[in-house]
């Protein structure tokens, strides 16, 4: 089982900026309805590690799926607020670690994540054929890795520990970009740019307990394709890249051996997860 993330949900707090005031956001709720996106969707994922104690790293990929949902609640003074919920979980595949380019071993490995987010945003442009938008605010990701038939090597020596769980904590800031261009009176599309700056990232790991990083960033693109049903309803079809590049550190700890307590080196490795799939998503206004 997975440990409890330690780490407190910042994922609901938002970021004001400019002249805004939070009489200026009560004043924006109460001046429109909201809009409501479900999406699900799937595709490809990848994830790598790179350790710098010794020449060894890591690679797997594998297919998973996804389900989210978001909720803006816009004025028509261009004021903002939304909130972004997604879980994705991949399939169960072999995770290959590699010592100077030669096989060392394979593992299973199964990533989950949940992805949350909330924003302040501002319209931008808001002419009759497009809408521009930017927003800025905290984002909060979890990510629980389970490997099974794990071997834990070490100065030549192997020992089978079977099932290892690692759980990723990340706090961040988001810088958020996204418009729609109508094509047509029931066509549009539309595109978004996202960047996660990580100010606080945290590995726990079953074997070796929790090591804090040194930040890292995480960027999401998307582009859309949208069709109106009529005028309080759409749906759609996206294309989602999200690339997450994280770095790790290294703590010193003491262990106990046959020869007395010696200190060692536990480093959670530098390491990049990304993910490239389709969605499927409908939106309509409350």
């Excluded at 900026?17 to 924006?28: E, I, L, M, P, Y």
């Excluded at 960033?217 to 749906?235: C, F, G, S, T």
């Excluded at 106990?256 to 799939?277: C, K, M």
């Amino acid at each position: 089982m997975h440990r409890m993330v330690r780490f407190p949900f910042v994922a609901a707090g938002l970021i004001l900026c400019g002249s805004a005031t939070w009489a200026d956001v009560a004043r924006a709720l109460s001046g429109r309805g909201a809009e409501v996106e479900l999406r699900a969707g799937g595709g490809g994922i990848e994830y790598e590690e790179d350790i710098s104690l010794s020449p060894v790293d890591s690679d797997w990929e594998a297919a998973y799926a996804k389900i989210g949902a978001s909720l803006v609640v816009a004025h028509h003074s261009g004021y903002a607020l939304r909130l972004d919920g997604d879980f994705w979980a991949s399939d169960s595949d072999r995770e290959s670690w590699r010592e100077n380019g030669e096989l060392l071993q394979k593992n299973d490995l199964e990533v989950s994540g949940l992805d949350l987010a909330g924003y302040f945003g501002v319209g931008l442009e808001r002419p009759s054929e497009y809408e521009l938008h930017g927003w800025i605010g905290l984002g909060f990701r979890h990510q629980a890795f389970e490997r099974d038939n794990f071997v834990l090597a070490n100065e030549g020596l192997r020992e089978s520990v079977g099932t290892v769980d690692e759980d990723y904590s990340i706090a961040s800031v988001n810088l958020r970009l996204d418009g729609e261009w109508w094509l047509s009176p029931s066509w549009k599309v539309g595109g978004a740019a996202t960047v996660w700056l990580a100010y606080y990232n945290e590995a726990e790991n079953e074997l070796f307990g929790t090591i804090e990083g040194d930040g890292g960033v995480a960027l999401e693109l998307e582009a859309a394709l949208v069709y109106a049903l009529n005028d309080r309803q759409e749906i759609g079809l996206a294309v989602r890249l999200d690339a997450q590049d994280l770095e790790g550190d290294q703590i010193q700890s003491v262990a106990r051996t046959s020869e007395g307590l010696i200190l060692q080196a536990l480093e959670w490795p530098d390491n990049e997860l990304r993910r490239i799939g389709i969605d499927l998503f409908w939106k309509t206004i409350l």
